[in-house]
């Protein structure tokens, strides 16, 4: 899979958007990007994932370079419960190859 | 729908001693994957199973072991427990089959382990 590089830390104040970048400059044609959350102590949760169209849900929205060398999860109006550690994942999806590589991700701090 | 459930929530054990940790999947998924969380580590994958079988291996010692059920449920195994096993592990289930496709991985609350 490939590696991937977030800085370690952003804040942003609540109500506003928060534009969390990655960088997977070595991606393969057949790799996924996804990201995930952990709130401090909590299992991870699912946040996004993208092959190369920019997607959103109701969570948060997705830009992938037209390159695909890197991308940014946008939450389009931060909460002080958005405070958590972001990871951004790259890796071929489907299959037998379901390993997720945690990286140390970027933490998100919202302030008021 | 329920979410993945983790039993126990907490626990303690003592060196040497031996552990089963229990995870309930999305109802439907048939992938469950385990993972260990440590300050040092950070989140590491231990492994996963699909259909009953072991289908992916991280890079832990053989004191690490699992199993799925029919029913999809999994169990991880430590044994000989050591300090350094002390850590949240993390079950995650997925829809995964073979073929193409995202499979998105949703994850349990996890099991806090203390080893002393």
């Known amino acids: 899979d490939a590696k991937t590089t977030q800085p370690p830390s952003m804040d942003c104040a609540e109500g506003r958007a928060a534009n969390l970048p990655c960088n997977h400059s070595t991606i393969s044609g057949n790799e996924y990007v996804y990201w995930y959350r952990q709130i401090h102590s909590q299992g991870p949760q699912y946040i996004i994932h993208g092959l190369k169209n920019n997607e959103t849900n109701e969570m948060a929205s997705l830009i992938i370079t037209e390159d695909r060398k890197s991308s940014t999860l946008i939450l389009p109006h931060a909460t002080l419960r958005d405070t958590a550690v972001y990871y951004c994942?790259?890796?071929?999806?489907?299959?037998?190859?379901?390993?997720?590589?945690f990286g140390k991700g970027i933490t998100l701090s919202v302030r008021p | 729908k329920a979410g993945v459930t983790q039993t126990p929530r907490y626990l303690i054990k003592t060196r040497g001693q031996q552990v089963t940790l229990s995870c309930s999947p999305i109802s439907g998924h048939r992938s469950v994957s385990w993972y260990q969380q440590t300050p040092g580590q950070g989140l590491q994958f231990l492994f996963e199973?699909?259909?009953?079988?072991?289908?992916n291996k991280g890079n832990f010692p053989g004191r690490f072991s699992g199993r799925q059920f029919s029913n999809s449920r999994s169990e991880m195994n430590v044994s000989t427990l050591e300090l350094g096993d002390s850590a949240l592990y993390l079950c995650a289930s997925s829809l995964v089959g073979s073929g193409t496709g995202a499979n998105e991985q949703y994850f349990g609350p996890g099991t806090r382990l203390t080893v002393t």
């Open positions: 994942i790259v890796r071929v999806a489907g299959g037998a190859n379901s390993k997720l590589t």
């Open positions: 199973y699909f259909s009953e079988t072991q289908r």
